[in-house]
Structures are given as structure tokens and as C-alpha cells.
């Protein structure tokens, strides 16, 4: 038996409770990792709360990501006593996830801890901070520079935008944070953005096309967000993509894509494969700053994660939590 947070739906009845669970109810895998941190993102508020049908298999053990130390394993790839990191592979959806003391899972899902980073510090980053990453890499690629101007960054409150302010103000580029908390102005100026931008100027419908003003963006809320940041894309510019907390829907034109051959890149941290992992993971050790990630983070025991997952949907969370399973 072990502790962790059970998520069942019987007749119809939904619930996600802090119990004691049977090792009977982790899945067949190569790979049994005792958790030490685990975190919450939007998709893990989504499944304790049941308000969106983020799991798909039941009894589920939520939780999206883990840190910890590998204890049973056959995959030759790692060794009892191993630290590793997991994020994404539809864990915590369709497979049991990191909201428990312990965790099965398949070896080639893990990805080595970094030694720069302790498991309560990379939980801090997560799944969120890992994303940011990508979006970073993304716009890195396409070759958006510090000197090609500001580069946009919606949602900047949650956990991904928490992240990339952080992380693009560490390499230089001016940052523009689109909020609907104006009241925490200063703390992501702290974090390193230079202007801050109220999210309705952005967050109802726009024109197909309007003044060209960022040279990139990061883009975690979708629907009308999007496609505005989109429509101001300076030419040649890249927009990464990576969350809906405005909605799934895409309500554009093809204007920006034809006329200024700006980019739209779909940025996916679920399936990404290993390279791409290991690489955004080598860059997080480098690129963020601890001090700032510090500053981003709550820490709360696994009895308060079904609370606090609602309180991150109705947008009441600040920057990153992490979730210490042994409490």
C-alpha cells in the first residue's frame, strides 16, 4: 500500500480523494520510481476537479509529473537508485501518475534528474517550466534574436508564462507579459518583463491583420489571444503555441501567414521524444535563474492538491506549486 491521490467515477459520481492505495492499482511497466515532489499544472486541475475529461481510465492516479528515485526496474537504461524526472507520455490520463507516493511506468519515459537541480526544484519547473522551454527553443530556432524586438508572452501569471518571462529575460530579450492580474505589475517585472500588457487588449475578437509589433510569441491561452498575437506578428516571425486556457478554438484568417510569412509552431511537451527532452532539460539547467523559479513557487502537502487544483482553474494560483507526496 501506498499514500497518493485516487481519482474514481462510480455511477456516474466523480471523485478525487486522498487514500491509501494498492500497488494492485499501479499499471504493468518496467519501471517502479518512489516519488519524492510531484506539481500541478492546468491539466492536473482539470482532472481533479473532473471539469474536463482529462482521464480516461478510472481508478487513475492523477498527476502529469514526478520526480524521484527508481527502486524496481528490468529496463537496462537505469538502476535502482537512479534520480529521474518524467513528464507527459499520458501519465496521470490514461496511465497512473506522479500524485502518490509511487509510480510504474515505462523506463523510456524517464529522463535522468539534472544535477543542477534537486527533485523538489525541478517539480518547480515541471511540465510547465519544461513547455516554456520548448517554446523558447522553438522561437530560438526559427531564429527570432534579442534584437528583433519584443517578444510577447500571454498568461504571464501561470506557470509557463512564469517560466518563459524568466527564461527570455535571461538571454536577453525584452518581454512583454499579457495579464488579467494587474495587480502583479511588479512581480513580473521582477521576474525580468519590461512591459506588462492588460490580456483584454488582446482577448476579444481583432482585425485579420493589425500593426506588426512582436517578433515572437509565446502563446498559453489560445481563442481570440492567439490569433490577435498572430495578427501583430511582426514579418517573418514565429508564435509558439502551447496552451487553450482561453479556449481551443482558433478564430483567424490566413492573412498573417500569407502576407508576413509568420510561423505558427504547436508546441507538445505530452510525446515529445527523448532528445528533444533531454536537450530542453539540458537548457533549463543552464538558462533559469534558481532564485527566480524560488520566487515563482508555492509548496503545499498532497492533502491540499484536490483544494488547490480548483483555486488554479479559477486563475487564483501565482507561478508554479509543487506538491511534497509525503506529507
Known amino acids: 500500500m501506498f499514500k497518493g491521490i485516487l481519482i474514481s467515477k462510480d455511477d456516474g459520481v466523480y471523485r478525487a480523494q486522498l487514500q491509501d492505495i494498492d500497488d494492485a492499482v499501479l499499471p504493468e511497466a518496467d519501471t517502479t520510481v518512489q516519488v519524492e515532489w510531484s506539481t500541478l499544472?492546468?491539466?492536473?486541475?482539470?482532472?481533479?476537479?473532473?471539469?474536463?475529461?482529462?482521464?480516461?481510465r478510472f481508478p487513475m492516479v492523477p498527476g502529469i509529473d514526478f520526480a524521484g528515485t527508481v527502486i524496481e526496474t528490468s529496463n537496462p537504461a537505469w538502476k535502482n537508485g537512479d534520480r529521474v524526472v518524467l513528464n507527459g507520455w499520458g501519465v496521470g490520463e490514461t496511465h497512473c501518475g506522479g500524485l502518490a507516493e509511487k509510480a510504474r511506468v515505462k523506463g523510456e519515459w524517464l529522463v535522468p534528474l539534472p544535477a543542477s537541480f534537486s527533485a523538489r526544484q525541478a517539480m518547480a519547473i515541471g511540465t510547465a517550466g519544461y513547455t516554456a522551454m520548448l517554446c523558447v527553443l522553438a522561437l530560438e530556432k526559427h531564429g527570432v534574436k534579442p534584437a528583433d524586438g519584443e517578444v510577447l508572452v500571454t498568461g504571464a501569471n501561470g506557470g509557463v508564462g512564469s517560466v518563459a518571462i524568466a527564461l527570455l529575460a535571461k538571454l536577453?530579450?525584452?518581454?512583454?507579459?499579457?495579464?488579467?492580474?494587474?495587480?502583479?505589475?511588479?512581480?513580473?517585472?521582477?521576474?525580468?518583463?519590461?512591459?506588462?500588457?492588460?490580456?483584454?487588449?488582446?482577448?476579444?475578437?481583432g482585425k485579420p491583420i493589425g500593426k506588426e509589433r512582436w517578433a515572437g510569441v509565446i502563446d498559453t491561452v489560445g481563442s481570440h489571444t492567439l490569433a490577435n498575437a498572430c495578427a501583430t506578428t511582426k514579418y517573418r516571425g514565429a508564435v509558439a503555441a502551447?496552451?487553450?486556457?482561453?479556449?481551443?478554438?482558433?478564430?483567424?484568417?490566413?492573412?498573417?501567414?500569407?502576407?508576413?510569412?509568420?510561423?505558427?509552431?504547436?508546441?507538445?511537451?505530452?510525446?515529445?521524444?527523448?532528445?528533444?527532452?533531454?536537450?530542453?532539460?539540458?537548457?533549463?539547467?543552464?538558462?533559469?535563474?534558481?532564485?527566480?523559479?524560488d520566487a515563482i513557487t508555492r509548496e503545499i502537502p498532497l492533502s491540499?492538491?484536490?483544494?488547490?487544483?480548483?483555486?488554479?482553474?479559477?486563475?487564483?494560483?501565482?507561478?508554479?506549486?509543487?506538491?511534497d507526496v509525503s506529507r
Not at 41 to 51: C, E, F, I, R, S
Not at 186 to 197: D, N, Y
Open 41 to 56: 499544472n492546468y491539466k492536473d486541475g482539470l482532472a481533479l476537479t473532473g471539469k474536463s475529461p482529462v482521464v480516461r
Open 304 to 323: 491540499e492538491a484536490v483544494a488547490v487544483g480548483s483555486e488554479l482553474l479559477a486563475g487564483k494560483v501565482r507561478g508554479r506549486v509543487v506538491v
Open 172 to 205: 536577453g530579450y525584452q518581454v512583454a507579459a499579457s495579464t488579467g492580474r494587474p495587480g502583479e505589475a511588479e512581480h513580473l517585472k521582477s521576474l525580468g518583463a519590461s512591459t506588462i500588457i492588460d490580456r483584454s487588449e488582446l482577448s476579444a475578437p
Open 242 to 293: 502551447c496552451g487553450l486556457a482561453g479556449g481551443m478554438d482558433f478564430p483567424a484568417t490566413v492573412a498573417p501567414f500569407i502576407l508576413r510569412g509568420v510561423v505558427l509552431y504547436g508546441i507538445d511537451s505530452v510525446m515529445a521524444p527523448l532528445a528533444v527532452r533531454q536537450e530542453a532539460w539540458e537548457r533549463l539547467g543552464r538558462d533559469l535563474e534558481i532564485a527566480k523559479l
